[in-house]
T-cell receptor, first 116, second 112 residues
Framework: GAVVSQHPSRVICKSGTSVKIECRSL??????MFWYRQFPKQSLMLMAT?????????EQGVEKDKFLINHASLTLSTLTVTSAHPEDSSFYIC????????????FGPGTRLLVL | GENVEQHPSTLSVQEGDSAVIKCTYS??????FPWYKQELGKGPQLIID?????GEKKDQRIAVTLNKTAKHFSLHITETQPEDSAVYFC???????????FGSGTKLNVKP
């Protein structure tokens, strides 16, 4: 099946620094990539949707200047958490969708971010 | 917008028993309903899905039923095994639209 990877899997950073998370579709071209945030024991909340070569569409309440998304190619999207604060600590999950229907949306393994 | 509710939040069953997880949705435009399994520290994996033109779909020990009139759908796992222990999420979407609305998750514990 299709594989989506994320890097890093875990990251610890100091408050005020920026952190970049990569999401790659390894064996298919992703026309659309999604970034989700998941708090402990809670559901996935969509943060933004990005299409290759265009600006991301952010969900209501998500600060676009704080969560910078770049979708430079059909296999790579990055999420940069700028000036991270402890409340940004969370599990960030990306997904990538191929050319087919929504059943072709595959999730990455997630990145655990801890801001001290 | 769409609102998906999922019950129960936790479910504990004995190995070999069946498990049922239920979800309701609010938007009659939703027509695609996937179910995901998430193991600790990992991303969700699609286990089964159903579109609104069918009422039931089965894949070995897993089945999903959909009642469009009542706007609810359910996941059924038969002959549960310890490796079925995980968190399960339902979701609703309009097919070919990008946004998935997820339920709050059900933590399934299968006791050996």
């Amino acid at each position: 099946g299709a594989v989506v990877s994320q890097h890093p899997s875990r990251v610890i950073c100091k408050s005020g620094t920026s952190v970049k998370i990569e999401c790659r579709s390894l064996d298919f071209q992703a026309t659309t990539m999604f970034w989700y945030r998941q708090f402990p024991k809670q559901s996935l909340m969509l943060m933004a949707t990005s299409n290759e070569g265009s600006k991301a569409t952010y969900e209501q309440g998500v600060e676009k200047d704080k969560f910078l998304i770049n979708h430079a190619s059909l296999t790579l999207s990055t999420l940069t958490v700028t000036s991270a604060h402890p409340e940004d600590s969370s599990f960030y999950i990306c997904s990538a969708r191929g050319a087919g229907g929504p059943e072709t949306q595959y999730f990455g393994p997630g990145t655990r971010l801890l801001v001290l | 917008g769409e609102n998906v509710e999922q019950h129960p939040s936790t479910l504990s069953v004995q190995e070999g028993d069946s498990a049922v997880i239920k979800c309701t949705y609010s938007d009659s435009a939703s027509n695609y309903f996937p179910w995901y399994k998430q193991e600790l520290g990992k991303g969700p994996q699609l286990i089964i899905d159903i579109r609104s033109n069918v009422g039931e779909k089965k894949d070995q020990r897993i089945a999903v039923t959909l009642n469009k009139t009542a706007k609810h759908f359910s996941l059924h796992i038969t002959e549960t095994q310890p490796e079925d222990s995980a968190v399960y999420f339902c979701a609703a979407s309009v097919y070919n639209f990008n946004k998935f609305y997820f339920g709050s998750g059900t933590k399934l514990n299968v006791k050996p």
